[in-house]
């Protein structure tokens, strides 16, 4: 009841300067939902907020680089067990927390979405997907974001994960020069049958002949 009452009033008032170490331990997953009586996506909607006031743009003192990131990705890691089907959480780890100006505190957000995406591949693949843009674009670590990317393909069985989700390997692939192991998944994606559009599979076999055609040059591998 304390903690429900707490994360309650600091997610409804107006926070005063607070500082980093003054975001507490995260309770357990079991702790949340006993504070929840049985409403746990209002507890976990709440404890979002409550989250969201450790930072600079609500008067705070410190920014989101200056968070304590484990216990910020124990607290995401406690309102997803309370909630698993709210996309609130993941949201904010790719699109605010991941996208801070530290690389460390970054990565550690990465390595969460990729945790929890493994728990959920067919909703929470968009997540992930972010997560290899952010390592491919702003950490410039192309096998992290091929890692996110292989993910995806390989665990992922909802029909309706685009295709551009799937390439993602192979877009990354071939930046790293890996011609020719661009070349082999995507041949082994067309002869997967998940591939069911027409006009998607001419596509793919336009690119796999150029990618034929590249690896075929001196020095390409």
């Not at 997953?29 to 930072?55: C, H, I, N, V, W």
């Not at 920014?63 to 067990?81: E, F, K, N, T």
């Not at 690389?103 to 959920?120: G, N, T």
Request: contains cysteine; charged residues 25%.
């Amino acid at each position: 009841m304390a903690l429900a009452c707490q994360v309650g009033v600091r997610a409804t008032g107006r926070p005063g300067a607070t500082a980093a170490t003054e975001l507490p331990p995260p309770p357990s997953p079991q702790a949340l939902r006993l504070a929840s009586f049985g409403e746990p996506q209002t507890l976990a909607r709440l404890a979002m907020l409550y989250l969201q006031a450790f930072d600079l743009g609500a008067n705070n003192a410190v920014s989101y680089q200056q968070l304590d990131y484990p216990r910020l990705i124990g607290w995401l890691r406690a309102i997803l067990a309370l909630d698993p089907r709210s996309d609130y959480p993941l949201f904010s780890a790719a699109r605010v927390y991941a996208e801070v100006g530290d690389p460390v505190r970054s990565r550690l957000m990465l390595e969460f979405i990729h945790e929890q995406y493994l728990l959920d591949p067919d909703r929470r693949w968009p997540w992930l997907a972010h997560a290899a843009l952010l390592a491919k674009h702003r950490l410039h670590d192309l096998p992290l974001a091929r890692r996110y990317a292989a993910a995806i393909d390989r665990h992922t069985q909802a029909a309706d994960v685009p295709l551009w989700a799937r390439q993602m390997e192979v877009f990354i692939l071939e930046d790293m020069n890996e011609l020719e192991a661009a070349r082999v998944l995507l041949g082994g994606l067309l002869e997967s049958g998940k591939i069911h559009d027409a006009d998607e599979a001419r596509f793919l076999r336009q690119r796999l002949e150029e990618l034929e055609q590249r690896s075929r040059k001196p020095g390409s591998r």
